[in-house]
T-cell receptor
């Protein structure tokens, strides 16, 4: 089934540890995104990539890094986790070349708790 | 300051009645708007969208209305069904730039 997968589903992490959230899509979409969802704040964009090999900063990029080595994968890394990074993280993708370029497809999310 | 606001954190509606979810925005450069629906433990899914050149877009039971002068849009669901119970996010973008999401409204459709 075509779509986006995220791993892990959930994770409890000690502060100061490094963590990589994985995201893979099989729709050959050129654009991919990382959001965090916090109560009362909705979805906030962390980083994005409009095509393989390029990345950009979103609204809340501090403490996070991304890479886009190929079309399908877009990992998000927390170099040294802090409790304020406790959140639900969603990966999304879209096809900027198509008529529905504005529609983003979301993964199921990763619930991260930093203690 | 939030550029996209959904001032009602929650809404309860009786099955069969109309649900109206509201969204306000502050950035006059926004020219494209979407609504996403989210069930617990799942990612958001696209529901309906509208361009700023229109004031209404309809898709089955779902209609989105846009009032540019008031910087306001609303999502109407009629008739509401229990399966519509979810969190609804409004999102806006300017000239193809990245979307800004509102905080969401939790809709409960009561049988």
């Amino acid at each position: 089934i075509a779509g986006i997968t995220q791993a892990p589903t959930s994770q409890i992490l000690a502060a100061g540890r490094r963590m990589t959230l994985r995201c893979t899509q099989d729709m050959r979409h050129n654009a991919m995104y990382w959001y965090r969802q916090d109560l009362g704040l909705g979805l906030r964009l962390i980083h994005y990539s409009n095509t393989a090999g390029t990345t950009g900063k979103g609204e809340v990029p501090d403490g996070y890094s991304v890479s886009r080595a190929n079309t399908d994968d877009f990992p998000l890394t927390l170099a040294s986790a802090v409790p304020s990074q406790t959140s639900v993280y969603f990966c999304a993708s879209s096809d900027l070349r198509g008529a529905k370029y504005n529609e983003q497809f979301f993964g199921p999310g990763t619930r991260l708790t930093v203690l | 300051d939030q550029q996209v606001k959904q001032n009602s954190p929650s809404l309860s509606v009786q099955e069969g009645r109309i649900s109206i979810l509201n969204c306000d925005y502050t950035n006059s450069m926004f020219d494209y708007f979407l609504w996403y629906k989210k069930y617990p433990a799942e990612g958001p899914t696209f529901l309906i969208s509208i361009s700023s050149i229109k004031d209404k877009n309809e898709d089955g039971r779902f209609t989105v209305f846009l009032n540019k002068s008031a910087k306001h849009l609303s999502l109407h669901i009629v008739p509401s069904q229990p399966g519509d119970s979810a969190v609804y996010f409004c999102a806006a973008s300017a000239r193809g730039q990245n979307f800004v999401f509102g905080p969401g409204t939790r809709l409960s459709v009561l049988p």
